[in-house]
């Protein structure tokens, strides 16, 4: 399944070609994997409601938490995605706001919700303006690119919880690249030690993370399997490459 498949099957807004895009109540009764889902580890289903251009997500046992409005139109929406990050028995909340465009998906406005202290925080990942929260990463492609940083200068094609799909490639009118890498950002989310700021980034890498966790055609076009690229990938006929 490409990029552009799983979002419209999972996003509210580009689910069913926007159908949806001005829904609200409980998105679970029309995207049935949101529904029922026990996000605060009680084994109780909680309910995740889209009021408006935000969401409400109401738990059985860790309260209730509004997000921001998000932009809303028929050819944008949001992935909400769970993850125990921190493993403490219930999980961290991600909402990937996409915007669909004649160069694939773009990823913005991205926010991982995580429970401190009591409350619900908000950690941005991508902001409004599509600026990456994370100075090291900013700096590892403006190194990469040779050209400044600024917010959308790369395409965040894709976001799952701290792994981001970056597409360093060029569009020159009807002319466009692709250069697949990927970004993890870390940050440390036990409550002990978890703080306001950016993410760290050390690398990014043209790796089996592009296998494991995005399928080749990224972009809806099936990718050749070329020998060099077996060799950027670490795989080859036979084995699968476990360093890079």
């Not at 605060?40 to 935000?54: F, L, M, N, T, Y």
């Not at 995005?214 to 099936?222: H, L």
Request: aromatic content about 14%; overall charge negative.
């Amino acid at each position: 399944m490409c990029i552009e498949d799983a979002v419209t099957k999972y996003s509210i807004t580009l689910f069913d070609g926007g159908k949806y895009h001005d829904y609200e109540g409980d998105i679970g009764d029309v995207i049935l994997e949101y529904k029922d889902r026990d996000l605060d580890g009680d084994h109780k289903p909680d309910v995740i409601k889209r009021e408006g251009q935000h969401y409400v997500f109401e738990f059985t046992r860790k309260g209730t938490f509004t997000t921001d409005d998000y932009s809303a139109s028929p050819i944008e929406g949001e992935v909400i995605q769970f993850q125990d990050i921190a493993c403490r028995n219930f999980d961290e909340i991600e909402i990937v706001h996409f915007t669909f465009g004649t160069g694939g998906p773009f990823a913005w406005d991205t926010t991982v919700y995580f429970w401190q202290d009591g409350e619900w925080r908000a950690f941005t990942v991508i902001d409004k303006d599509g600026e990456i929260n994370s100075s090291q990463l900013q700096e590892l492609v403006a190194k990469e690119t040779e050209m400044p940083y600024e917010a959308g200068s790369v395409r965040v094609a894709d976001v799952k919880m701290n792994l981001l799909l970056l597409d360093l490639g060029s569009k020159d009118g009807s002319s466009q690249t692709t250069d697949y890498r990927t970004a993890d950002l870390h940050m440390n989310f036990f409550p002990q030690y978890l703080v306001e700021g950016d993410y760290e980034c050390s690398s990014f890498n043209s790796d089996m993370a592009l296998v494991r966790t995005w399928p080749f055609d990224v972009t809806g076009d099936s990718v050749e399997l070329t020998s060099g690229l077996q060799r950027k990938l670490n795989i080859f006929p036979g084995r699968t490459g476990t360093s890079f």
